[in-house]
């Protein structure tokens, strides 16, 4: 799934077992917030320690303008985001491209549970500084 060289490669590989496990039993078709709370059941089981629709701060030139709420924070290092449509397109892997920008996150998974596949992809901040940490 995830190879071992990137980093968090074994956090990100139990995200995945659990995102799998979720999309075998409930399949697609159904709102975003049912593969959350599944997924939410999952990771518990697995022991990951994450936070539902964590709250963080977005900033434009070291003001603060606004939150955004990331659908899982997982392990204080991964954000996740959660689809739940057809095909993952371009402006989804922007948007959460942006959010691990806004958030200094250095990795982040975008999963969509709406394809009859579960669709992944595993992000990386090219502009993480690890100094903001």
Do not use: W
């Not at 920008?101 to 998974?109: D, H, P, Q, R, T």
């Amino acid at each position: 799934m995830i190879k071992k060289q990137y980093k968090y490669s074994e956090i990100t590989g139990k995200i995945l077992g659990c995102a799998f496990e979720v999309h075998k039993i409930l399949g697609n078709g159904f709102q975003e917030v049912i593969y959350q709370r599944a997924l939410e059941k999952e990771m518990a089981l697995q022991g990951l320690s994450f936070a539902r629709e964590f709250e963080m701060p977005i900033f434009y030139k070291d003001e603060q303008i606004g939150t955004r709420r990331v659908d899982f924070l997982v392990e204080e290092v991964i954000s996740v985001e959660l689809k739940a449509i057809i095909k993952i397109e371009d402006v989804h892997m922007a948007q959460a491209i942006n959010y691990l920008e806004a958030y200094n996150l250095e990795v982040g998974l975008l999963l969509n549970f709406g394809a009859k596949s579960l669709e992944y992809k595993q992000l990386i901040n090219s502009k993480f500084n690890s100094k903001k940490s």
